[in-house]
């Protein structure tokens, strides 16, 4: 199981959805999934991203409620960076 890591933008992004308790269920079903190192479901679109965030997965936690995230497996942790919308995590 990887060990999950948190950003300081990660936690401020959650705060907006602490009485939104069906993203905030959802969220951790996908968050239990990535650390336990199993695929997502396709419902999730879960995918790697270019450009600015290259090196990352992006996932779909609710229908405009993207999760942004990267794995490190030489050091077995899941870096949880970003909660949003699409306007909101890929201005460009």
Same mark, same amino acid.
């Given at each position: 199981m990887l060990t999950p890591i948190n950003t300081k933008q990660f936690k401020k992004?959650?705060?907006?959805?602490?009485? #939104?308790?069906? $993203?905030l269920k959802e969220?951790? &079903?996908v968050m239990m999934y990535i650390l336990k190192e199993e695929p997502l479901p396709v419902i999730y679109k879960d995918h790697t991203l270019t450009g600015n965030w290259m090196g990352r997965r992006?996932?779909?936690? #609710?229908?405009? $409620?993207?999760?942004?995230?990267k &794995?490190?497996?030489?050091s077995r942790e899941a870096l949880f960076?970003?909660?949003?919308?699409?306007s909101e995590l890929l201005k460009m």
């Open positions: 992004d959650l705060k907006k959805y602490e009485h #939104k308790k069906e $993203v969220l951790k &079903i992006e996932c779909h936690v #609710k229908n405009d $409620v993207l999760l942004i995230y &794995i490190f497996p030489e960076e970003r909660i949003g919308s699409h």
